[in-house]
């Protein structure tokens, strides 16, 4: 397998707003088309596709906040024909390096419905935290996750 992370594009747009999670995993994330819209009209945010060799296999979407300088990971996902395969903690990885690299950032973080409980254990894996703060500026409140780089180096 040869997993690579590339930017969204005319060409591949399209197929990327088209992937979609699981029925039971519809409520933790937002639509690809709505991220897509986001990172199009707020450029801070960075939407990518996940192949294996030429097969789209997810969507994860980045960026440093403004008006706190922090960096997130605010989407990410497998799409549902390629779940269960161990595409998301492989592409995870290759993500958190990209990020750690792209932004030179000591802290990363994310927000995860607090019934995520799958995603969570994904994220610990990885050595993010619950650090007790909740986000509110989406639909529901969500539980934020951090990456301490300094403590939990990416290799």
Same mark, same amino acid.
């Given at each position: 397998?040869?997993?690579?992370?590339?930017?969204? /594009?005319?060409?591949? #747009?399209? +197929?990327?707003?088209?992937?979609?999670? %699981?029925?039971?995993? $519809?409520?933790?994330?937002?639509?690809?088309?709505?991220?897509?819209?986001?990172?199009?009209?707020?450029?801070?945010?960075?939407?990518?596709?996940?192949?294996?060799?030429?097969?789209?296999?997810?969507?994860?979407?980045?960026?440093?906040?403004?008006? /706190?300088?922090?960096? #997130?990971? +605010?989407?990410?996902?497998?799409?549902? %024909?390629?779940?269960? $395969?161990?595409?998301?903690?492989?592409?995870?990885?290759?993500?958190?390096?990209?990020?750690?690299?792209?932004?030179?950032?000591?802290?990363?973080?994310?927000?995860?419905?607090?019934?995520?409980?799958?995603?969570?254990?994904?994220?610990?894996?990885?050595?993010?935290?619950?650090?007790?703060?909740?986000?509110?500026?989406?639909?529901?409140?969500?539980?934020?996750?951090?990456?301490?780089?300094?403590?939990?180096?990416?290799?």
């Amino acid at each position: 397998m040869s997993l690579h992370i590339r930017e969204v /594009t005319t060409e591949n #747009w399209e +197929d990327i707003a088209y992937l979609s999670v %699981n029925d039971d995993q $519809k409520n933790f994330i937002e639509s690809n088309a709505f991220s897509l819209a986001q990172s199009k009209f707020e450029p801070e945010w960075k939407s990518v596709g996940l192949y294996d060799e030429e097969e789209l296999i997810g969507y994860a979407m980045h960026g440093r906040d403004k008006t /706190t300088n922090a960096v #997130w990971l +605010d989407r990410f996902m497998i799409d549902h %024909n390629h779940q269960g $395969k161990g595409y998301a903690s492989r592409f995870l990885k290759h993500l958190l390096i990209e990020m750690q690299k792209k932004y030179d950032c000591e802290m990363i973080y994310l927000s995860i419905y607090p019934d995520n409980t799958k995603a969570q254990r994904l994220y610990e894996k990885f050595g993010f935290v619950l650090n007790g703060k909740i986000d509110n500026l989406g639909e529901f409140p969500c539980l934020i996750m951090e990456l301490d780089l300094k403590r939990s180096p990416l290799k």
